[in-house]
């Protein structure tokens, strides 16, 4: 099946800095990512959705400036968490679908971020 | 949107019996509905899916059961075994809304030895 990768794997930074993570359709062309945020025993929830070459989609609630999104080519997706806080760390994952005949999205392994 | 429940939230089974989580979705144009598979700190799998032209879908062990009037679907796992433990997570996609997925809040499946 499709390969989605994700890096880092683990990220761990000081209050105020800026973090960027990459996710990768290995062998498809992605024309949607979209970046999950996962707490401990709780449910995916999306962050936003991204279509190569144009805006991010954000869900209610999501601070544009601070998940800060890019979606430049087919295969690379990154989700930069800008003056990150310690209430920002959790498991990034993204998921990649490939164009309107796909149904199924594929995740990558997901970033485990914690900000001291 | 879109809203999916789930149940039950956690799961207990003795290893050969069968496991069955429901979920319930609130928009009727929904149309793609996949489950997937989670083990702790690991990316989401998926096993199995089913599209709203078919009312079951089976894969060995696997079959998901889709009642469209209902709006409701169904994971039915035989025989279980103990690699079979990890949580369980329902979605249905919003065509709609850009296609993304809606995700239920995953049921917790333990499998006894």
């Known amino acids: 099946g499709a390969v989605v990768s994700q890096h880092p794997s683990r990220v761990i930074c000081k209050s105020g800095t800026s973090v960027k993570i990459e996710c990768r359709s290995l062998d498809f062309q992605a024309t949607t990512m979209f970046w999950y945020r996962q707490f401990p025993k709780q449910s995916l929830m999306l962050m936003a959705t991204s279509n190569e070459g144009s805006k991010a989609t954000y869900e209610q609630g999501v601070e544009k400036d601070k998940f800060l999104i890019n979606h430049a080519s087919l295969t690379l997706s990154t989700l930069t968490v800008t003056s990150a806080h310690p209430e920002d760390s959790s498991f990034y994952i993204c998921s990649a679908r490939g164009d309107y005949r796909t149904d199924t999205q594929y995740f990558g392994p997901g970033t485990r971020l914690t900000v001291l | 949107g879109e809203n999916v429940e789930q149940h039950p939230s956690t799961l207990s089974v003795q290893e050969g019996d069968s496991a069955v989580i429901k979920c319930t979705y609130s928009?009727?144009?929904?149309?793609?509905f996949p489950w997937y598979k989670q083990e702790l700190g690991k990316r989401p799998q998926l096993i199995i899916d089913?599209?709203?032209?078919?009312g079951e879908k089976k894969d060995q062990r696997i079959a998901v059961t889709l009642n469209k009037t209902a709006k409701h679907f169904s994971l039915h796992i035989t025989e279980t075994q103990p690699e079979d433990s990890a949580v369980y997570f329902c979605?249905?996609?919003?065509?709609?809304?850009?296609?993304?997925?809606?995700f239920g809040g995953g049921t917790r499946v333990l499998v006894k030895p």
């Open positions: 089913i599209r709203s032209n078919v």
């Open positions: 928009d009727s144009a929904s149309n793609y």
């Open positions: 979605a249905a996609r919003e065509k709609a809304a850009g296609n993304k997925l809606t």
